[in-house]
């Protein structure tokens, strides 16, 4: 378990900031493979790309600050930081969700056929960032006695909190939930019953297992006493539904 992989000379490069960047490349490559399987959208992908990806940097960041806000409050020169962690998976996927909508109001393309073709390859992106969090040392589990425990090294916010107390490693099982999931929804592509299903059976499985997994998370920034992620989840998974049902009765009425 590595922060920082190598230096050479000024330039330093870090894990997370490279399971990051693997992550979203990643994810790209399956979302363009799958639109070629389906026949359709791969010069949008590459067109939208860029922006989906800057936005969700964006809200990951702006998420993060404004859920731990006592901390950056006082800290104002920090928040550009993006290579000292602080990105919040649910921020970015929401930035990277108002870029896809304005991108295909824009352009005219169906959100609900698009969004299917992207859901796979955003939960890939996931997993693999969830990777370099583990490999920083943030986003750590509350600590256990059972033989998957981690011991964190010194420099890392895991061992700043617990020092050498075992901790579970619940972004590694986040990232397992996330590959689960993503083949889940790369079968249902090819056989989904309505345009929108696969779309919203991502945020539907992504946000049950993050509640789930947030039982396990030691840092979790709260709210009123109430972890964020699991409120936030949990909303998320109610609209989800919301619009599954919506979409697939819409469906019913008019075939």
């Known amino acids: 378990m590595h922060q920082i992989l190598f230096h050479a000379g000024p330039f330093t490069l870090r894990s997370y900031g490279l399971m990051m960047a693997l992550g979203m490349a990643g994810g790209l490559a399956l979302a363009w493979h799958l639109a070629g399987k389906k026949g359709k959208y791969r010069e949008d992908i ?13 809200g990951a ?10 901390y950056y409050g006082s800290r104002l020169a920090e928040i550009p930081a993006l290579w000292r962690g602080g990105l919040s998976v649910q921020g970015g996927v929401a930035g990277g969700l108002l870029a896809v909508i304005l991108y295909t ?35 750590y589990g509350v600590p256990t006695d059972r033989a998957w425990g981690v011991v964190y090294p010194p420099g890392t916010d895991a061992y700043f909190a617990y020092g050498t107390t075992p901790l579970v490693p619940a972004v590694l099982f986040e990232s397992a939930w996330d590959l689960a999931v993503m083949a889940l929804l790369i079968f249902f ?37 109430l972890k ?16 599954m049902f919506y979409l697939w009765r819409r469906g019913r009425l008019n075939p």
């Open 46 to 58: 590459l067109n939208m790309a860029v922006y989906v990806l800057l936005a969700g940097l964006l």
């Open 61 to 70: 960041r702006l998420w993060e600050v404004a859920f731990d806000w006592h």
């Open 105 to 139: 109001r824009k352009h005219r393309v169906p959100f609900w056929e698009f969004g299917d073709i992207l859901a796979p390859g955003v939960i890939l992106g996931q997993a693999v960032g969830r990777v370099g969090c583990y490999l920083n040392g943030c986003c």
């Open 189 to 225: 592509l090819f056989r989904k019953p309505f345009d929108g299903f696969v779309t919203t059976l991502y945020f539907s499985l992504y946000a049950a297992g993050r509640i789930a997994l947030e039982f396990y998370r030691a840092d979790s920034l709260t709210v009123w006493g």
């Open 228 to 243: 964020a992620a699991q409120v936030t989840s949990l909303a998320t998974l109610l609209a989800a539904l919301a619009v």
